[in-house]
């Protein structure tokens, strides 16, 4: 296997930078070179062979997705990209559906023209103490949980799963 693989990220208080480390990690581990950066610090995708895509949902929509892939637009067109969102969406013990399908909507509208080989949502994490006093209000108000409700293993079951479509090993 061999590949340069950027998974690049948009993070507000670190819950989505977190993911995206786990994402490089498991990708490392499946012997893809995998190197993490925040989308205002990527220039460039010259000498990538993949690009990962990650971004928290906020307002319903991917934070800074949609501008980083207009930017970048002509060479993600000539790669292979996989993206993820992360939300507080999915979480609790009967997340709804409809829900869950726009914030997929959101995930996949905010990467077009790219047809992703792969996309996914993940619970995140919602720390009030990483939030100014107008998001916490806000995250009363609307009665968003609060904690770290990632789930490391389906994380890391979904960058394996990803590993091969940019190796070009996929069965």
């Known amino acids: 296997m061999a590949g340069r693989i950027l998974v690049a990220y948009a993070t507000k208080h670190g819950s989505t930078a977190g993911v995206a480390e786990a994402v490089a990690r498991e990708l490392a581990a499946a012997g893809l070179e995998a190197a993490g950066a925040e989308f205002p610090a990527v220039d460039s995708l010259e000498g990538y ?6 971004a928290p949902i906020y307002a319903g929509k991917p934070l800074d997705l949609a501008d980083f892939v207009a930017r970048h637009r002509e060479a993600l067109g000539r790669l292979p990209v996989a993206a993820f969102a992360v939300g507080i969406t999915p979480v609790g013990a ?3 559906p409809e829900r869950i399908e726009q914030a997929r ?11 992703p080989v792969a996309a996914a949502l993940f619970a995140g994490a919602l720390d009030p103490s990483k939030m ?3 998001e ?3 995250t009363r108000l609307i009665g968003s949980p609060t904690g770290d409700f990632r789930d490391w293993d389906a994380i890391a079951a979904w960058a394996r799963e990803v590993a ?3 190796a070009g090993t996929e069965e």
Request: net charge positive; hydrophobic share 50%.
């Open 49 to 54: 062979d993949g690009v990962v895509l990650g």
């Open 94 to 96: 009967a997340p709804k």
């Open 105 to 115: 909507k959101a995930l996949i509208d905010a990467v077009e023209p790219l047809r």
């Open 132 to 134: 100014g006093l107008a």
């Open 136 to 138: 916490r209000a806000v």
């Open 164 to 166: 091969p479509r940019f």
